[in-house]
């Protein structure tokens, strides 16, 4: 892994509006710039933390795309989550100082390594960066809620179109389109996510295809029809 100390400047990053608070004075700005220790790069496939690791930063992703995943009992992995540009890895490490996933990256990535010790210091000084940190804490329970729900209620139909349009939604957040994708994840890993066999995954994509709610091309996706996939997850009830 190549890590680069050069300076980043948060106040002129094109992301600070979707990991940094908003409406920071300049003075601000300049002590929240210092909360970034160095820049990492992390080749595809590489692991950015390991379980029971020492947890000592934040990483915000700059660019690229990460999973987050356990090891389960029979030794496979189980993914937790997926993580894109603008969102920040590292939370799970808080309790009890050290990890307890591993984070690996999808695609060639680099994040902004933020030493946690640093954004309490700093946290007492900004408040504003104290109540963001804690947004973002609350936005990852609410994100492990929602995939408790996921999988305790949903029919595979309902996972797989509720994980497109959350997808979706993210990235568009981060000025992409609305409708095409291309998922830097493989159907097993987006299987295990959801808690589905590869073949059903496979299946449900057929079945959307078939129905014409998307256009499939290896990885990239297109949604020909958002309000179809909007029904599945939450279906209109009849009079």
């Known amino acids: 892994m190549n890590t680069h100390t050069i300076k980043v400047a948060c106040s002129n990053c ?5 990991c940094m608070p908003l409406g920071l004075s300049p003075a601000e700005l300049d002590k929240i710039d210092d909360v970034v220790a160095s820049r990492r790069k992390i080749k595809r496939g590489a692991t950015l933390f390991r379980n029971g690791e020492k947890f000592t930063s934040l990483y915000a992703i700059r660019t690229g795309f990460f999973k987050t995943c356990v090891a389960s009992e029979d030794g496979r992995d ?31 990535a680099e994040v902004c390594v933020m030493p946690f010790d640093r954004i309490e210091e700093l946290s007492r000084e900004v408040t504003s960066l104290q109540r963001h940190v804690h947004k973002i804490m609350s936005r990852e329970i609410v994100r492990e809620n929602g995939v408790m729900l996921l999988l305790g209620s949903m029919r595979a139909e309902e996972r797989l179109a509720a994980f497109l349009l959350n997808l ?43 129905d014409g709610i998307v256009e499939v091309k290896q990885r990239h996706v297109r949604i020909l029809n958002t309000d179809a996939l909007k029904d599945i997850v939450n279906p209109k009830v009849c009079n």
């Open 14 to 18: 094109n992301l600070r509006e979707l």
């Open 78 to 108: 189980q993914v937790t989550g997926f993580q894109m540009a603008g969102e920040v890895v590292g939370l799970d490490g808080i309790v009890n100082d050290h990890h307890t996933c591993d984070a690996v990256a999808l695609e060639d």
């Open 168 to 210: 979706v939604q993210r990235l568009h957040a981060r000025g992409f389109s609305q409708s095409e994708l291309v998922l830097r994840m493989t159907r097993e890993e987006i299987g295990s996510y959801l808690g589905l066999k590869l073949e059903t995954v496979s299946r449900t994509f057929s079945k959307f295809v078939d």
